[in-house]
């Protein structure tokens, strides 16, 4: 008795792999690309026209640097707020600065530079345009203002430093 074996060739199953295996390659490339640009939530701008109040009590407009800024929104009286601050001053990075914004009154004395308060008007604007609902809640803000990252409760500077480098080497 003979057998016939004339229906699967391995050519021929050869080429049909390579055939699935290129269609499926450009269907993800297809997908991933207008996925992006049909379904992609751009990132919100953070809000600039805020009314910022300095350590000395000066008013001051809100701009972002070259690089990155870290901004943390934090209130006095909180013990993770705090731990955030003492985080973001071991924060050493040449190109990423960072600025303490408080939510709820004057910049305590002796904070020095970096640290903001927000003018009582301003405060609950400021908060419905970010959804914060909780502090301390951290932003990575790029330099035309886009916010690239939110983390939300506290961060320590390891981590942070993480993510500044994900965001800066990504751009996510």
């Known amino acids: ?10 050519e021929r199953r050869g080429r049909s792999s390579w055939f699935i295996l290129f269609f499926l390659l450009i269907a993800i490339f297809f997908f991933n690309y207008f996925g992006r640009k049909l379904g992609q939530v751009s990132n919100p701008p953070f809000p600039v026209d805020v009314a910022l109040y300095d350590h000395e009590g ?20 909180c013990s993770p707020c705090e731990r955030q601050i003492e985080e973001l001053k071991r924060l050493d990075m040449g190109w990423a600065k960072w600025m303490v914004i408080f939510l709820d009154g004057p910049v305590p004395k002796g904070m020095g530079e970096g640290f903001f308060s927000v003018h009582p008007k301003d405060v609950e604007r400021l908060v419905e345009a970010l959804g914060v609902e909780r502090v301390p809640i951290t ?9 690239r990252r939110r983390i939300e409760g506290y961060i320590d500077a390891s ?3 993480a993510f500044l480098r994900v965001v800066k080497r990504y751009g996510i």
């Open 1 to 10: 008795m003979r057998r016939r074996y004339g229906r699967c060739e391995p």
């Open 58 to 77: 000066r008013l001051r407009h809100l701009r972002f640097s070259r690089g990155f800024t870290v901004v943390v929104l934090v209130s006095r009286g």
């Open 139 to 147: 932003f990575i803000v790029d330099s035309s203002g886009l916010i």
């Open 159 to 161: 981590d942070l430093e």
